[in-house]
């Protein structure tokens, strides 16, 4: 999962198989929530949000859960690919309107 | 990324300069922001505009100034550059806030302040 700590959380898959990267986000009052994936060299890049009103939203290959109780945010990746390999992370939208960024989780895909 | 480029893309500048890092987007959104991305933190936001000649201070402005003259231009200025100061910084643009589908960013700009 991700952390504030000075490491990137790093997660290996083989291709084909599930991944599950997770996030703890901080503010109890934050409402919409972002999972981004960024390639090395390049910008994040948008993969798919979900609103508090909702536990899951479902997207192509992808899947984030929503677990308000315990601020949890998990983001799975179907039938893992090599060119899914990037850091991801979380943004929750907070106070102010403004996002928040994680400090992501690096995943590579094993061919 | 469609509709918003950064440049430089790359700098290499000495300590005590000024630099300007440019963004400019053709989606005609009104939001922008300027992030900066170093290890062990997540993006962190130095200043925001709401609008032409509309600009706010994010968590980490200190040392930073931001423009914006046009809607599709957003000037970050370090007035004088400092080591702490080296970063990959990130342009990004949104048509409501963010809260529909989050933000659009640009590719970076790589600063090394020597």
């Known amino acids: 999962g991700e952390s504030v700590g000075l490491h990137l959380p790093t997660l290996s898959v083989q291709e084909g198989d599930n991944s599950i990267i997770n996030c703890a986000y901080s503010n109890s009052a934050s409402d919409y929530f972002i999972w981004y994936k960024q390639e090395s060299g390049k910008g994040p890049q948008f993969i798919i949000d979900?609103?508090?009103?909702?536990d899951k939203r479902q997207g192509q290959r992808v899947t984030v859960l929503l677990n308000k109780t315990v601020k949890h945010l998990s983001l799975q990746i179907a039938a893992t690919q090599p060119g899914d390999s990037a850091v991801y992370f979380c943004a929750e939208n907070g106070a102010g309107n403004q996002f928040y960024f994680g400090t992501g989780t690096s995943l590579t895909v094993i061919p | 990324d469609a509709g918003i480029t950064q440049s430089p893309r790359h700098k290499v500048t000495e300590t005590g300069t000024p630099v300007t890092l440019r963004c400019h987007q053709t989606e005609n959104h009104r939001y922008m922001y300027w992030y900066r991305q170093d290890p062990g933190h997540g993006l962190r936001l130095i200043h925001y505009?709401?609008?032409?000649?509309?600009?706010d201070k994010g968590e980490v402005s200190d040392g930073y100034s931001v423009s914006r003259s046009k809607t599709e231009d957003f000037l970050l200025t370090l007035e004088s550059a400092t080591s702490s100061q080296t970063s990959v910084y990130f342009c990004a643009i949104s048509g409501q806030g963010g809260r529909d589908y989050g933000y659009t960013f640009g590719s970076g700009t790589r600063l090394t302040v020597v």
């Open positions: 979900i609103r508090s009103n909702m």
């Open positions: 505009s709401y609008g032409v000649k509309d600009t």
